[in-house]
Each structure stands twice: as structure tokens, then as C-alpha cells.
């Protein structure tokens, strides 16, 4: 089965500071990773996804992410953090096995930004 | 382009009582999602569709939970009789093929069940 990890719930960060929310992912086959952040009371919005290609993959609001496939990782990044970006994110890996093409998400990390 | 629209965007009802929750994607787009995210965790696929007809619903709760999309473009998830567990957020997504396209979400509706 398809799955990803998210090690950290919370993620502190000072704002103007980089940050590095971090996802690992367990595929049988080609992975296909995603990143999405939730709001308080909205849904998920995308933010970036990996197919194949180029390692660093850029997203919206500046984000930016990191495949390594030798370390099976899929780390979301951004250089500079602003207190809006204080949300919940989602990694997701897309369940290749079933056909059908659902997304596994991972438990979410929290990532707050202090002033 | 209209994102993906869920109604009601909440809900309060008692045990064994029933629900539905409504979801009109974007348009064109022919699979849609049903997510439920309970508190704390991330979503997990309840049923998806291919236009009109179900394509995996093997996470379905098949004995109170019910799902349909009759004209493959506004869908609408029920629950009944509810319980207690159920409390979540009820998510709507769709993407407009298959591949890697990517699935774009509604605000999703939260149930609070007493």
C-alpha cells in the first residue's frame, strides 16, 4: 500500500525565516507527491505536485518542494515564511496500485509563524 | 473558473438521525471525490466517481452511508442513521481527467453529531 509520513505535527518559525515541512512517502512504483494546505474552516488548496522531471518543484505563494528519491522524501520549503503561511499542510502520495488514482494524505503538520 | 461548491458548510444533528451533504464541481470536471477528515488526522477517501458511475467505494461505511451522482456533474453524500464517530468534515473533490491531474477541493462540511 501507498503511504506517507509526516514526522512533525507542529512546525515553529520565526517569520522572514526559512522553513522546511518534511514528508516521506513509501510507493511500490513511481510515486506522484503532492502538498496541500488547509486553513482554518477552508478546504484544501494545492499547492504543488511531483510527477517526474526536475527534483525541485515549484508551487504557489512561493512554496517550493525537494523529491529525493534515493531518501524517499518530499519536503516542502519555503526561503522566506510569512505569518499567513501558518496553516495546516498536507503531504499526499497517489495510490498507483488501486488504478483508480485516489490520494493518500498524510496526518497534516500545523506550521505556525511567529511575528 | 467557480470552485468546487459544498452545501451546507455546517450541520448539528443527534444520533440516528440522517444527513446529506451536497457538491457541484467544477465545471467539466468528470471525478469527484468524497473525503471525510476527522479532527486531527488527514483526509481518507470515503467514494469516488467517473462521471456518473463508482469507480472505488471499497472505504464506504455501505451500511448507513450512501452516495450518488445521477447525472455525472452535482453529487450528494447521506448518512443515516448517523453516529457519533461520524463527526468530521465532509470534503468534495474533483479533477477534470484521469493521470495526474490534479484534485481541487470544495470548503467542505463540518457534521457535529450529539
Known amino acids: 500500500a501507498q503511504s506517507v509520513a509526516q514526522p512533525e505535527d507542529q512546525v515553529n518559525v520565526a517569520e522572514g525565516n526559512p522553513l522546511t515541512v518534511k514528508c516521506t512517502y513509501s510507493?511500490?512504483?513511481?510515486?506522484?507527491l503532492f502538498w496541500y494546505v488547509q486553513y482554518p474552516n477552508r478546504g484544501l488548496q494545492f499547492l504543488l505536485k511531483?510527477?517526474?522531471?526536475?527534483?525541485l518543484v515549484k508551487g504557489s505563494y512561493g512554496f517550493e518542494a525537494e523529491f529525493n528519491k534515493s531518501q524517499t522524501s518530499f519536503h516542502l520549503k519555503k526561503p522566506s515564511a510569512l505569518v499567513s503561511d501558518s496553516a495546516l499542510y498536507f503531504c499526499?502520495?497517489?495510490?498507483?496500485?488501486?488504478?483508480?488514482?485516489?490520494?493518500?494524505f498524510g496526518t497534516g503538520t500545523r506550521l505556525l509563524v511567529s511575528p | 473558473e467557480a470552485g468546487v461548491a459544498q452545501s451546507p458548510r455546517y450541520k448539528i444533528i443527534e444520533k440516528r438521525q440522517s444527513v446529506a451533504f451536497w457538491c457541484n464541481p467544477i465545471?467539466?470536471?468528470?471525478?469527484l471525490y468524497w473525503y471525510q477528515q476527522i479532527l486531527g488526522q488527514g483526509p481518507k477517501l470515503l467514494i469516488q466517481?467517473?462521471?456518473?458511475?463508482?469507480?472505488?467505494d471499497s472505504q464506504l461505511p455501505k451500511d448507513r452511508f450512501s452516495a450518488e451522482r445521477l447525472k455525472g456533474v452535482d453529487s450528494t453524500l447521506k448518512i443515516q442513521p448517523a453516529k457519533l464517530e461520524d463527526s468530521a468534515v465532509y470534503l468534495c473533490?474533483?479533477?477534470?481527467?484521469?493521470?495526474?491531474?490534479?484534485?481541487?477541493f470544495g470548503p467542505g462540511t463540518r457534521l457535529t453529531v450529539l
Open positions: 465545471s467539466g470536471h468528470a471525478t
Open positions: 499526499a502520495v497517489r495510490d498507483i496500485n488501486t488504478g483508480f488514482q485516489k490520494l493518500v
Open positions: 510507493v511500490s512504483g513511481n510515486p506522484y
Open positions: 473533490a474533483t479533477k477534470r481527467g484521469g493521470g495526474t491531474d490534479t484534485q481541487y
Open positions: 466517481f467517473q462521471n456518473n458511475g463508482v469507480v472505488d
Open positions: 511531483y510527477i517526474t522531471g526536475d527534483n
